[in-house]
């Protein structure tokens, strides 16, 4: 890895020793905003909430195992009178530390605090434009206090990024927001879809078809290119994907993984609710994926033993089902991010939100589109239940249904509620698996599982697109020298050029 590279980028050793280098950590779930979308249900405190000296022994127990960034999360995490402590407890192990808000009353004081303490980056949520963003997040004015706070952590020197969770109203506005978010001083713009759980199944309008990502997937290939331009770093989150052709761009921030390499929970990703609960990623259900609670066990303990932490370690092909099970990409995907499909249809396996799915369906005239069938219990991360509906896409693009072909309901009835690994009594492995990373079509840019000598996506020959990739990239560098050249032996105020 490079000077330049992410502390949350993973290595080979960290792969094959299952190194937690990732931590998102809800430090309560009291918060002071009303959102729409919130899958914990955030407002009021957890009951038996960690006291400072549970959550200064889980900090050990980090640090023993390797951890290197700690995202802090709630609710609101400031909410939490000692939350400055976790941080500086954080630093005093060198690990990174971020703060993820809001921004709801995050006042020139709390921001002091934090950067005492150690705060090293500060992500303030930002769902849209004042008035969806207001209304999304049930506060008025909350955006431009969110603003504000990505303004002063910017001033204060706190890397400073945005997230934003993507709904059907959020689309026409994601350029006109990332232009915004720029000028208040954001680094970094992490995306995600919102995903049905908790209050985004009670107000499933804020959720997207799965075929409207062949209408978000060019346009945010074009606003990567945009704020690239502009030094924003645009950062695709783990349930938008996959494989589509503009996954090497969306994707390859850093180099390191320059595709989708499969769901990183319990693998190097480690989530842990405010009353102790331990799950392998910080997004899941309670129910079914909680490892244990570090009042009971060192979280030590819980990473290396239970089985609930360790299903990503062991899916394959043979836990998926669906179109998934038979993907092109299955063996590498495993189905994206396990909580958007759990959430959605009770099971892990099968999930729509792909974009290459969606563009394989289209070839035939085929959309998928989702309908609530059950509400969401009202607890934190409860889920409801959608149906899946394959149908043909209409011809006047202003329908919202088109003819039915099949649902999913006869396909799921009896798999629901069932174990979530499928993989009773196996063990985890010892070592972890380095993901295979691929290589791309140069005709397509779309990534090849073997060594193709015809793109099953494209129909080109790779090899020799591969060598016209080659060669017009030996041209471009010898135009980039020649240029070079001229300009260093015609300075610029001879070519006429000067400020004058």
């Known amino acids: 890895m490079t000077e330049n590279t992410p502390v949350r980028s993973r290595s080979q050793d960290d792969h094959l020793n299952h190194i937690p280098v990732h931590v998102v950590w809800e430090l309560t779930l009291a918060c002071n905003l009303k959102c729409k979308h919130c899958g914990s249900r955030a407002g009021k405190i957890r009951p038996d909430e960690l006291s400072t000296e549970d959550c200064l022994e889980i900090v050990e127990g980090l ?87 990505l303004k002063r952590a910017r001033a204060a020197g706190l890397n400073g990024s945005v997230n934003t969770q993507i ?23 992490q995306l995600q879809l919102t995903v049905a759980m908790g209050n985004a199944v009670d107000n ?32 695709i989150g783990n349930n938008i994907g996959y494989f589509g052709p503009y996954e090497y761009k969306l994707r390859n921030i850093t180099g390191v993984n320059i595709h989708w390499t499969g769901c990183s929970a319990g693998q190097t990703v480690i989530g842990i609710e405010a009353d102790g609960a331990v799950k392998g990623c910080p997004s899941l259900p309670t129910n ?21 932490i360790h299903f990503g370690r062991l899916r394959s092909r043979d836990s ?70 394959l149908e043909e896409i209409p011809a006047d693009p202003s329908q919202a249904k088109g003819r039915q072909i099949s649902t999913s309901e006869d396909q799921i009835h009896d798999l629901l509620v069932k174990p979530i690994s499928g993989m009773e009594g196996e063990k985890s492995p010892e070592f972890g698996k380095v993901p295979d990373l691929m290589e791309q079509c ?31 990239l030996e041209k471009r560098k010898e135009a980039i020298n020649l240029l070079e050249k001229v300009f260093s032996e015609f300075p610029i105020e001879e070519m006429g050029m000067d400020d004058e």
């Open 63 to 149: 640090a023993r195992l390797g951890t290197r960034e700690v995202t802090l999360i709630g609710g609101e995490a400031f909410l939490k009178s000692d939350w400055t402590r976790i941080i500086r407890a954080l630093r005093d192990h060198d690990i990174y530390c971020g703060l993820q808000t809001g921004g709801w009353a995050f006042n020139a004081k709390r921001l002091e605090a934090a950067l005492d303490a150690g705060l090293q980056g500060l992500g303030v949520s930002i769902d849209g434009l004042a008035e969806l963003h207001d209304n999304v997040r049930g506060v008025k004015g909350s955006f431009d206090m969110a603003l504000d706070v």
């Open 167 to 189: 709904g059907p109203a959020t689309i026409p506005q994601l350029r006109e927001l990332m232009y915004t978010i720029v000028a208040a001083g954001a680094e970094q713009w």
């Open 204 to 235: 499933d309008e804020l959720l997207l078809q799965p075929h409207q990502l062949d209408t978000l997937f060019p346009l945010l290939a074009e606003l990567f290119d945009e704020g690239n331009e502009m030094g924003l770093t645009m950062v």
């Open 288 to 308: 079914g994926y909680t490892g244990g609670n570090v009042k009971d066990l060192s979280i030590e303990e819980i990473w290396t033993k239970s089985p609930e």
């Open 320 to 389: 998926l089902w669906g179109f998934c099970k038979t993907c092109y990409y299955a063996d590498v995907c495993k189905a994206g991010c396990t909580w958007t499909s759990h959430s959605l249809l009770g099971r892990p396996g099968n999930n729509p939100y792909c974009h290459y799915r969606v563009s394989e369906l289209k070839k035939d005239g085929l959309r998928e589109r989702i309908q609530k069938v059950e509400e969401a219990g009202c607890g934190s991360f409860d889920i409801g239940r959608f149906e899946l509906i």
């Open 442 to 472: 140069r005709s397509c840019n779309q990534f090849l599982l073997h060594n193709e000598k015809d793109c099953p996506h494209c129909g080109a020959d790779t090899e020799i697109a591969k060598t016209d990739y080659e060669i017009s």
